[in-house]
């Protein structure tokens, strides 16, 4: 299994609601990432685990949350989202070591949408 | 700091040869890798280079001087599937991407 999957593929939510994003890869990688992509922006680093911890948060506001429950799987909950937070949410993970450190796989990523 | 400057977009004629240019300042370096994202797709893993020389893979080619901060992918033999964005990207953990370069073939 060489793939990452995300679901949902699309969600749209309101300010109010919670929700979450599910990533899961069989790969045995021991870094997952969540990277946030505007429309004809690169994609933007949100948090990376190691396995298993959490490494780098790259002082993402509360509203978003990660969880990773084991080292399969990465969660990033969604709670009293603004409009602005609109965007495709992209997982990926990597085997982890120095090398190849930048070596990624992404998933098809889940577009959200905020009203 | 990791930082990455790439051309913004890029346009070339089918059959033809390009070359996209990536200049980087980091602290640390650990290989530099290229990345393709079609419009409405997720980023596809291209090509890594951890030490200088070419990386070849088929069309696409990969080159890194780590005395000079650069590198760049050559596209080979260019196709209209080829246009997409790409990505020249950086780090260990901490995964940064260049701002991209938008290519177009045109026939």
């Known amino acids: 299994d060489t793939e990452v999957t995300q679901t949902p593929k699309h969600l749209v939510m309101g300010m109010t609601n919670k929700k979450s994003l599910k990533c899961e890869q069989h790969?045995?990688?021991?870094?997952m990432y969540w990277y946030k992509q505007k429309a004809k922006k690169p994609p933007e680093l949100m948090f990376v685990?190691?396995?298993?911890?959490?490494?780098i948060n790259e002082s993402v506001p509360s509203r978003f949350s990660p969880e990773c429950p084991n080292s399969s799987l990465l969660n990033l909950h969604l709670h009293a989202l603004q409009p602005e937070d609109s965007a495709l949410y992209l997982c990926?993970?990597?085997?982890?070591?120095?090398?190849?450190?930048?070596?990624?796989?992404f998933g098809a990523g889940s577009r959200l949408t905020v009203l | 700091g990791q930082s990455l400057e790439q051309p913004s977009e890029v346009t070339a004629v089918e059959g033809a040869i390009v070359q996209i240019n990536c200049t980087y300042q980091t602290s640390g370096f650990y290989g530099l890798s290229w990345y393709q994202q079609h419009d409405g797709g997720a980023p596809t893993f291209l090509s890594y280079?951890?030490?200088?020389g070419l990386e070849e893979t088929g069309r696409f080619s990969s080159f890194l001087s780590r005395s000079d901060s650069y590198g760049y992918l050559l596209l080979q033999e260019l196709q209209m599937k080829d246009s997409a964005s790409y990505f020249c990207v950086q780090g260990y953990q901490k995964v940064t991407f260049g701002i991209g370069t938008k290519l177009q073939v045109i026939p």
């Open positions: 790969m045995g990688h021991r870094a």
């Open positions: 280079n951890g030490l200088d």
């Open positions: 685990y190691s396995y298993e911890k959490l490494s």
């Open positions: 990926a993970s990597s085997q982890g070591g120095l090398a190849g450190a930048n070596v990624l796989t």
